[in-house]
Antibody
Framework: EVQLVESGGGLVQPGGSLRLSCAAS????????VHWVRQPPGKGLVWVSR????????TYADSVRGRFTISWDNAKNTLYLQMSILRDEDTAVYYC??????????WGQGSLVTVSS | QSALTQPASVSGSPGQSITISCTGT?????????ASWYQQHPGKAPKLMIY???NRPSGVSYRFSGSKSGNTASLTISGLQAEDEADYYC??????????FGTGTKVTVL
């Protein structure tokens, strides 16, 4: 069974850093594109970033480029999102998502990141 | 990249059909046969309902269908049922090699 389980969320001060993890099971991360999508409380979905199957190509939304870094560890079959210089507007539930060569077919349950002093 | 434009809310009675629009530009919706649609119930992760404009994943009801004309993609729900009440989001690939979601539509079954 395909599963994605996020962890690492929590409360962080503005300007701080946090790393989210997404443990994948039931499939190999290195065979798929994977994405991070976020959803601010009470608001809509926002695409954040993606990484290709061999980890050599990444793209980012303008709002996070230069502050966030997506990566994965093949040995741990785990996706990461390193977030730095965090802002209030980065407060959101962060989902990791598998890309089935186009559609986003599996989503994690989400991890809440709260940026506040 | 601005969010794709969706109506904030759409409502219908059980058994009726409703259509949700998703309007972008030639740099996203109009330029690619990618548009997908997701259903999200409160407190839950989104669920894929339509992909590549009009394809339905296995397990999704035939009552859901998608189409596209120019820069606008559409999701139609026929035979509206109570369990269809949820938020719906479209998404498109863009010419910047990124993705953009729609603003979201709350569907209410009267």
């Amino acid at each position: 069974e395909v599963q994605l389980v996020e962890s690492g969320g929590g409360l962080v001060q503005p300007g701080g850093s946090l790393r989210l993890s997404c443990a994948a099971s039931g499939f190999t991360l290195s065979s798929y594109w994977v994405h991070w999508v976020r959803q601010p409380p009470g608001k809509g979905l926002v695409w954040v970033s993606r990484i290709n199957p061999d980890g050599t190509y990444t793209t980012y939304a303008d709002s996070v480029r230069g502050r966030f870094t997506i990566s994965w560890d093949n040995a741990k079959n785990t996706l990461y999102l390193q977030m730095s210089i965090l802002r209030d507007e980065d407060t959101a539930v962060y989902y990791c998502v598998r890309d089935l060569h186009g559609p986003f077919d599996y989503w994690g349950q989400g991890s809440l990141v709260t940026v506040s002093s | 990249q601005s969010a794709l434009t969706q109506p904030a809310s759409v409502s219908g009675s059980p058994g009726q059909s409703i259509t949700i629009s998703c309007t972008g530009t030639s740099n996203d919706v109009g330029g690619y046969n990618y548009a997908s649609w997701y259903q999200q119930h409160p407190g839950k992760a989104p669920k894929l309902m339509i992909y590549d404009v009009s394809n339905r994943p296995s397990g999704v009801s035939y009552r859901f269908s998608g189409s596209k004309s120019g820069n606008t993609a559409s999701l139609t729900i026929s035979g509206l049922q109570a369990e269809d009440e949820a938020d719906y989001y479209c998404i498109s690939y863009t010419s910047s090699s990124t993705y953009v979601f729609g603003t979201g539509t709350k569907v209410t079954v009267l």
